[in-house]
């Protein structure tokens, strides 16, 4: 009769597994595929009790899905059993073509392990086939790549017996459902979970992207964001509204241009040099009108993915009125705050930047004068002032300013009576070392290629065509007795005139300063002794004319002593040179004649 009937059981039974397989597809998230998977063997395979025990990320397994027992569900549901016990079940008993069965006469040494399990009671066997309450049947569930997911234990078939050889397969081939559904169920929880956090990403980076833009739109200094690398590197790709009001053109308009377009050409340099990676230069960019504006400009480098391309964020602040302030402190410091004039400190390193150490009489060889055409003097043309003058008015009673660049100077001292020198009395040209003096190109090298151009004087008064530096001293005649008939007011006036009138009489690229109280000097380059001579004269007639100050007219007269500045001399050596040039040149005329030029 079982015989007979074996091939309904086996469709009733196909019956049941499809429907409950088909279930388990229906299921959404991971616990209820879970809690569909032991439903199932509770309904369709004949089961009365289930349970699923799942693999955590540990490796131990949790019980996380019963059913057929309410009261042994909540003793056991969430209790965990470690992966070494598990693997001793699943390697004791017989093997039932990927089922472990472990009868009761061998469970018994499990009873005291960590898996969780439910007892239930019943007499013993009464044929070889009938089901024991502590008869333990497991179906391990398996990943594709053969890793463990977790194990089903079922127990009290409704028959009585233990299953056959179509009721193992059937829970077999369930069991394989199962993780297939397992599998699909942690993967759409996966994708669900990615998803979320995907989409808590985008929305913290267009959180993000919104700060960014409006720290960059609304804010006070310019921004801009630039390329790099390719053909296009450094054009502008993004301007804010600040660096558009900056420099006077659309954002339309400079989405043309880079950086390099804009910088002041002596800047360019200074551009180029500045490196990319958090790189800072100060330079000068134009405006739409040609004007140009100081700005500090700060690099930093902002990449849009890890492989993606690379863009130059620069921050442009405006300086302007911060270069304004250096460069009038610079000025007070290199030039007479009274006439406008370059002061003592600032005609020195002019002068310095001249002279070298190697004596006159060494004469340029036809390849350093090749050399020297070539190259020019370009390393030799920095008027960096190291002092200021410490005289400023009538008598020279002003402070002393600070040195050019940063560097201090102390007050220069008052030469006594209408001079500032005397050849009897303290020489303030003098040094520990003569050729230490501001601007001095250190002395050149022995070898034919020197690129220093020398400069020679005349070899006398008379001209024989040599060109070279002339220094002119003059020393006004008559001033001390104005500045004390008529008061420091009425002194200050006739310098700043006088300052005017040799301003006036020389070429654009010669230097007129004061050296301090009455005292100028007037370097000319090119010229020979006719024409250094010449030059005197034409000053000396422009300072003579009268001089009219609050209604009043007043005459100074002045004495020139002309110098050539040579190399081998020191800054104060050519000076001195002059200045006692011009001491003879006041003497040999009386006091009358001096004052009436």
């Known amino acids: 009769m079982e015989t007979e009937s074996e091939p309904y059981v086996r469709l009733a039974t196909l019956r049941q597994l499809h429907r409950v397989v088909a279930e388990l597809n229906t299921a959404r998230s991971l616990a209820d595929t879970l809690q569909t998977v032991v439903d199932g063997i509770v309904v369709g395979l004949g089961y009365e009790l289930a349970c699923v025990n799942l693999v955590r990320p540990d490796g131990d397994l949790v019980v996380a899905a019963f059913a057929g027992d309410p009261a042994a569900e909540a003793l056991i549901t969430g209790r ?99 993780a297939i559904a397992i599998s699909n169920a942690r993967l759409r929880a996966n994708m ?18 919104e700060s960014f833009r409006q720290a960059f ?29 900056l420099l006077g053109r659309p954002a339309s308009v400079l989405r043309r241009y880079s950086f390099s377009d804009l910088v002041h050409p002596e ?71 009274l006439t406008g004039l370059p002061n003592s400190a600032e005609l020195r390193a002019r002068l310095g930047a001249r002279l070298c150490r190697r004596p006159q009489s060494v004469r340029a060889s036809a390849i350093e004068a090749l050399d020297a055409a070539f190259e020019g003097r370009d390393g030799y043309d920095g008027h960096a002032a190291h002092g200021a003058s410490g005289a400023s008015g009538a008598n020279g009673g002003h402070a002393a300013h600070a040195g050019h660049d940063g560097h201090p100077v102390g007050a220069e001292a008052g030469g006594a009576g209408e001079h500032g020198f005397h050849t009897d009395g303290p020489d303030r040209f003098s040094g520990s070392d003569p050729f230490e003096f501001p601007g001095a190109p250190p002395a050149p090298s022995d070898g ?83 024409d250094a001579a010449d030059l005197a004269v034409r000053l000396r007639n422009a300072i003579i004319p009268p001089i009219r100050v609050d209604g009043r007219a007043v005459r100074v007269g002045a004495s020139f002593g002309i110098g050539w500045a040579s190399c081998g001399m020191s800054a104060d050596e050519v000076l001195r040179s002059a200045d006692q040039r011009m001491y003879i040149e006041k003497r040999s005329r009386s006091k009358a004649h001096r004052r009436a030029g």
């Open 192 to 209: 669900q979970r990615a998803l979320v956090r995907l989409e808590r990403e985008q929305q913290a980076l267009r959180a993000s992207e």
């Open 80 to 178: 965990v059993g470690s992966r070494a016990s598990w693997e001793r079940r699943l390697t004791m008993g017989e093997n039932w073509d990927g089922l472990r069965f472990i009868p009761h006469t061998e469970g018994w040494v499990l009873m005291e392990d960590d898996v969780p399990q439910w007892h239930t009671d019943g007499p013993d066997p009464r044929f070889e086939d009938e089901w024991h309450p502590e008869d333990r049947l497991y179906a391990p569930m398996y990943a594709s790549g053969g890793e463990l997911l977790g194990v089903i234990s079922v127990d009290r078939p409704r028959n009585g017996r233990r299953p056959g050889a179509w009721g193992r397969e059937a829970l077999q081939m369930y069991a394989f459902q199962a």
């Open 267 to 337: 800047d360019i340099g200074t551009l180029l040099r500045t490196s990319a990676e958090g790189g800072r230069a100060e330079l000068r960019l134009g405006r739409r009108d040609g004007t140009y504006v100081w700005v500090s400009l700060r690099n930093s480098v902002v990449a849009d993915a890890a492989d993606g391309p690379r863009f130059l964020l620069t921050h442009v602040e405006d300086i302007e009125e911060r270069k304004r302030h250096e460069l009038q402190l610079a000025h007070r410091a290199s030039h007479d705050s």
């Open 448 to 530: 034919p290629y020197d690129h220093h151009v020398h400069t020679v004087a005349p070899a006398t008064d008379i001209d024989d065509g040599t060109k070279g530096l002339a220094v002119l001293f003059c020393d006004l005649d008559g001033f001390k007795s104005i500045n004390d008939r008529f008061g420091h007011h009425t002194g200050d006036a006739v310098l700043i005139e006088v300052a005017r009138r040799l301003t006036t009489g020389v070429r654009d690229g010669d230097t007129v300063a004061r050296l301090g109280g009455d005292e100028f000097v007037v370097l000319a380059d090119g010229l020979g002794a006719a």
């Open 217 to 245: 739109e609304y804010a006070p200094s310019g921004m801009a964001i630039a390329e790099m690398g390719g053909d296009q590197h450094g054009r502008l790709l993004r301007t804010n509204d600040a660096l558009c009001r």
